[in-house]
């Protein structure tokens, strides 16, 4: 039996960014199949087939995420003439310094992901999935959060960019993106292990 | 037909991988699994692959699972056993029912056994 451990990336990389529950059982029989002499070689293609998996998995079990972002996304000129009707009629929000508009569009887009995530949990609820309030809570304040984080970085990153003021590719993935990081923790377990055996 | 649409039959790894908590009884967790299935098919499995297929399979209520004991060797992790349901063997009696239909009726592969 080997006496020496297995690589700690791996095992770090295993334990942190595998994505879904925590599965110790499987972290356990893993160590056991190295100590038992298997490489580092497989090890490694262990943890990356684990991670593979955990996300394919994740990926398909939030497909009414994605596919309802996307539908919902694909409504962006209406949200995006909302927001202009909003920016003419919120004279309000016109405070005494430059860009201070963003303030009303940011507002615009804010209601309309609120909108499209309580459309979301309409059709959760719908088809027969239990919510908690605390996620509920979490994902109205983190769609328009991305969207501002992202916003942000693409103006950092590129030129200056106006949060609805024009409806360019990037503003259009920004508002997807920032969709599906709302809806995404809704549902709360992927795997199952209802079916214990009695002992 | 409609019958048909209510029984839910397994897949080619499923099948194999109840078949082969069947066959290892009371140490069935998921390093004798991944072995076992290594061992008939010639190819190294992945455990992980081993789980999200036991885990399915427990969702569809064919496979049962609990916490077992812990060791050095494993870090200090649990081992989870797992256990066909009679759900399970139904499922795998049904298959196999349907799939030696199938075989016998082709001609050039009779007398082969199963």
Redesign the interface.
Known sequence: MKTINPPVIATWILEHLTPGDRNDALFGDLLEEFSSGRSASWYWRQVAAAIAIGYFREIRARSLVLVFATLWTALAPAWWFFALWFAAHSAGFILPWPDSTILGEFISVSLSLWAGFAAYLLLYALVGRTLVLERVVRGFWIGPLTFALLIILIKALSHPLGFATSLNRLTILTYFLSLVAAAWRVRTRVTSQSNAIAS | MEEMADRDYLGEFELMIILAVANLGDEA???PV?RELEKHRNR?V????V??AL?RL??K?L?????GE??Q???G?????F?V?KDGLKAVRETRRVLTSLWRRLPELEGEGA
């Open positions: 967790y998921g390093v991944s190294t992945s455990v992980s692959s789980y999200a885990e427990e969702g209520g496979i049962a699972s609990r916490l812990a060791t060797e494993r870090g992790r649990a081992k989870r056993y256990q349901t």
